[in-house]
């Protein structure tokens, strides 16, 4: 079984690929950032721990979204079940595709909600009670990877595949 | 439902009573103070001093307290922080009350320990550095201040390690005026430096001091009039007296540990009085008299009243808050509604005469954090979860017994949608009967599956948002009708209502909707006409409405336009609303992910430790992960998109003034 015969399955396989890393890679950017200034606050006041850990978490949620579509994919290409189905390398493209805006979106995404979490951090570290609003601005940023994952769970589900 | 009606309360009464009355006050905790301006024949008390000294003494039982966790730390499990303040009898209050001089001069003694603690940790440290300094020299034999004997002279000191003491020897070879002899001694080299000792005869002396400071010779900074070997024992026993005595501060703390319960009682003591001293001291009082007044609740006035008007000889005055007021909000809500009121304030409470949103926002916001998570196993987990602490803790702080009642609330929502959605701990039952019995058994989902029919899910999200949003609107709606602005009530709220509605049933029919909804809906021709006819009724109104406050018609239609821009707002709104969706299939997802890990192990024993091991972790994370989520967008769908529509927030907490307490709460009498 050369490469070039089964060439729809790797461009799907790519595509889950991409939706993992891509997204995983924006959400570690992120976890990353939000950590530093989460870091920084408990040196100062070790109390306020478990707020500063649920805002360094709010970034890592794209990768989540990546390893569900990732997931989605090789279920519905059938790799999950060891009998892996015979795509032809258009829909191989297709889920490729479909497979982009979660990954690319998330990698951005990602980078940009650990930034505005380490600023929520911030908040927090002054202003204790407002951590109900402070944990709103990282998640203004989620809203556009939530919007990505929806077109790449209905756009993978929709490739019809033999 | 409601924000508690205020009511300003004024109390003129005698001096002798003032202590009373207030501590009456105080332990009622129903008044925020607000003292009306001074009038003419009143002063103000000076108590600066006064609540200085009692915060100084309650800072002072803190510290100790301080100390005693730190060396005679209180085992505490990871709950205790739920158990919230003791209760303590009154009696016990007032007796360490009495011994209050007692207890601070325990408290003064612990400081004083903890300082001495301290001090011997410090000097430690001077001397282990000392010691450091010393070691080099550790193998010379005669104290380090010796300056030779009778004929020879001693040089200790150091030098770079690139010099060598035949180098030395050489230079002292060629001294001037005359050549010179010695001998060095190399006590201790490193790669930094070498420690010499140097023996001439004392006719040489100035010669060789001069031939050595030009290598760079240095005597040692520390001269001590020891050997060195000596010297170190010395220091280290020094150390060794520091340790024990810091062993016996450190036992004596313990010796104070039973007096934990009789600083906190006496800490908080003073931060009362402290208080009531702050407040007396903002009191207009005159020669015989003195004036409270402050902000009430209304449904609390006669049981202030009851028991100050009746008991004291005072002028007891209610006035209804006046226009130009900013009275303080407190909200009223039954047990359920009341359990979300965390959420509303941590947005912003309710200003003077706004609508309280948190009984219809509690319905939404259970409903849309379960349908986020959506796990009937999770749900109940979280349900169990917080109703057991809830039960096993019931004196923790309110703020915090609210937070988790919502949480179970919320719980019970997720339970009920797992079922619907049919996912417990995801398809945990499917992948185990078929992994180890062979035989896929499945639990039927009450509704649908999401994730085989995602597009349905999609449309039902969006409907509960549309519902969500014009429930934001009509509240809008009924503030404006309240305040008696009909013609803002039809501008701002029917005709978007119109517009909207009309555009949303255009849709219904269309075959966008169809392609999305996989079925397509027809609608009887009257209520297609009807759908466009709400439309444009919808789009003129607002179109000329708009700008209404506007004279000039050019920037009224602008302004008009510009309204109706704001169709994008709602769309985009709207369609936030689909992270019901991809949360949800999130949950579900990512549970069968570990699941489907889980079964990898195959059949057999190993495969059913490798598959709980997997379950238990991956599941724990799962729902840790998915339950942060579902706050987090919870109180985004309710702060942004719901909130968006009508309120605005603002209002200051009620802060009345009562027996404000860190450790322990007083049982009150009767």
Known sequence: ???????????????????????????AIGVGIAGQAAAGVVTEDPSKFAKVLIMQLLPGTQGIYGLL????????????????????????????????????????????QGMTSAAAIGIVAKKPDQFGKAMLFPAMVETYAILALLISILAVNAVPLP | ?????????????????????????????????????????????????ARQSFERQAQAADQALMVLDTYAPLKKSLLSSLEGKALVEKSEFAQAADDKQEIIRKANVLIGKSKEIAEAKANILKIENQIEALTPWLALDVPMNLAGTKKTALLIGTVAA??????????????????????????????????????????????????LRACGFAKPAQVITNTPARQKALLEAEIEKLNKEISEAEEAVRGYAASRKELELVSDYFRTRAEKYEVLGTLPQSQRTFVISGYVPRRYVRALSKAIEEKYD????????????????LLSNNSFSSSVEGVLESYGLPHKGEFDPTTIMSFFYVFFFGMMLSDAAYGAIIAIACFVVLKKFPRMSESMHKSLKMFMFCGVSTMVWGILFGGYFGDVITVVSETFFGKAVTVPALWFVPLDNPMQLLIYSLAFGVVHLFAGLAIKGYMELKEGRVLDFFCDVVLWFAFLIGLILMLIPSSIFASIAQTQIVFPPVLNTLAKALAIIGAVGLLLMSGRENKNPVLRIALGAYDIYNITGWLSDVLSYSRLLALGLATGVIASVVNTMGSMFGKGIMGVIGFVLVFLVGHTLNLAINLLGAYVHTNRLQFVEFFGKFYEGGGKPFEPFKTDTKYVDIKEEN
């Not at chain 2, 003292?35 to 008390?45: H, L, R, T």
């Open chain 2, 314 to 329: 005072c002028v007891f005055d209610i006035e209804d808050i006046k226009e130009d007021e900013e009275p303080p909000t």
């Open chain 2, 1 to 49: 439902m409601a924000v508690l009606q205020m009511q300003r309360i004024s109390i003129c009464g005698l001096k002798k009573d003032r202590k009373a009355i207030l501590e009456k006050i105080q332990s009622l905790g129903v008044m925020e103070m607000n003292q009306i301006a001074d009038d003419e024949g009143f002063e103000k008390m000076d108590t600066v001093n």
């Open chain 2, 162 to 211: 690139e010099v060598a003491p035949e180098t030395i020897y050489n230079r002292l070879a060629q001294a001037e005026p005359e050549p010179v002899g010695a001998d060095i001694q190399v006590i201790y080299s490193d790669k930094d430096m070498l420690c010499l000792a140097v023996i001439c005869l004392k006719t040489d002396e100035e010669t060789v001091e001069e031939v």
């Open chain 1, 1 to 27: 079984m050369s490469i070039w015969s089964n060439l729809g399955l790797v461009y799907a396989l790519l595509g889950a690929a991409v939706a993992v890393f891509l997204a995983g890679a924006g959400s």
């Open chain 1, 69 to 112: 579509v990732g997931f989605i994919t090789l279920s519905n290409i059938g790799l999950l079940g060891g009998s892996p189905k015979a795509l032809d390398p258009q829909t191989g493209l297709l889920v490729l595709a479909a497979c982009l805006p979660i990954g690319i979106v998330g990698l951005i995404s990602g980078k940009y």
